[in-house]
């Protein structure tokens, strides 16, 4: 029984070590795709509304990559990724109110 309680031990302790670096290479990946949606909004007709949303992306997606390039901790990349999402999401709300 000791056996198998050390063994779920180490496995608890070894995925949580796997995480942060998971956690980490996410960064990136939601970086990407903000910029992406920040270059097809770009590509569209935009309104002066939708300029604005852009903008504020772009800005988004700065201090996306300055939290991630100083991350010391998990909640670093987290806000890393959690303004990466919100710059994608400004990008799209952008691209739906533009005209192709």
Do not use: F, Y
Request: aromatic content about 2%; glycine content about 6%; some cysteine.
């Amino acid at each position: 029984m000791k056996r198998v309680a050390a063994a779920v031990g180490i496995g608890v302790v070894m995925l949580v070590l796997g995480l942060g670096p998971a956690e980490a290479w996410n960064c990136p990946v939601q970086l990407k795709g903000a910029e992406d949606a920040i270059k097809r909004a770009e590509a569209m007709k935009l309104s002066p509304e939708a300029r604005a949303l852009v903008e504020e992306a772009k800005k988004l997606v700065a201090q996306s990559k300055a939290h991630h390039g100083d991350a010391k901790a998990k909640i670093d990349h987290a806000n890393a990724m959690w303004k990466a999402k919100s710059a994608q999401a400004q990008a799209e709300a952008a691209q739906a109110i533009s005209t192709p």
